[in-house]
């Protein structure tokens, strides 16, 4: 009897589930929305749009208040004019492209393998020229172990977000350098 009265308890939880989840989607989409949804041109799209939709808008965390705000502000004030100039000019010494913007313009991480390259040849081997947020961190990575082969130590690198998504700037151009001190 036991027996009987957990099955009949677990098809009465799965029927109240399954009615639950019925009219909650049926009180929530309209018959409007339905047809908007069905028939609408985005509709249709493949998988790999929405994909690519996504990952290009990942990063952007919106914008900072609170502590977030006090730390992005405490760590731009830290960052030193001269030197970022310093650093500015040897990249583009180096590598032979003008850097306008050193964020914009080192984001994707190829202007920093061709510095590597331009330092040690083929210390870099591959520069993803993609767009894809995936491509252009896997080209600062392949920067931070060119550094490491350079002989930077680890303490005088970054990490891949503090560039790529403008987190802390400040130990990227001490980054910069501590490569122009190395490799003249």
């Known amino acids: 009897m036991a027996m009987c009265d ?3 308890a677990a098809q009465t ?3 109240v ?16 929305d339905t047809h908007a949804h069905t028939h609408s041109p985005t509709h249709h799209q493949t998988p790999e749009h ?7 808008t990942m990063a952007f965390h ?6 977030d705000a006090e730390m992005k502000s405490k760590n731009e004030s830290k960052l030193d004019p001269s030197l970022l100039a310093q650093a500015t000019e040897y990249i ?4 032979g492209q003008q850097i306008t913007d050193f964020h914009a313009d080192l984001k994707d991480g190829q202007t920093l393998c061709k510095l590597a390259n331009a330092i040690r040849p083929n210390v870099c081997p591959k520069i993803n020229t993609g767009k894809m947020p995936f491509l252009q961190m896997e080209n600062i990575n392949a920067f931070l172990r060119a550094c ?8 005088d690198t970054f990490m891949t977000v503090d560039l790529y ?14 490569l122009k001190r190395a490799w003249p």
Not at 24 to 32: D, E
Not at 62 to 67: D, M, Q, V
Not at 148 to 155: D, N, S
């Open 6 to 8: 957990a099955s009949y």
């Open 13 to 15: 939880h799965t029927n």
């Open 17 to 32: 589930v399954h009615a639950t989840h019925h009219s909650y989607r049926h009180s929530t989409i309209s018959k409007k």
């Open 50 to 56: 929405h994909t690519q939709t996504n990952a290009l």
């Open 62 to 67: 919106g914008p900072c208040y609170g502590l």
């Open 92 to 95: 583009s010494q180096k590598t």
């Open 148 to 155: 490491g082969m350079l002989g930077l130590a680890e303490t």
């Open 165 to 178: 998504e403008a987190k802390n700037l400040v130990p990227v151009v001490d980054c910069i350098i501590a």
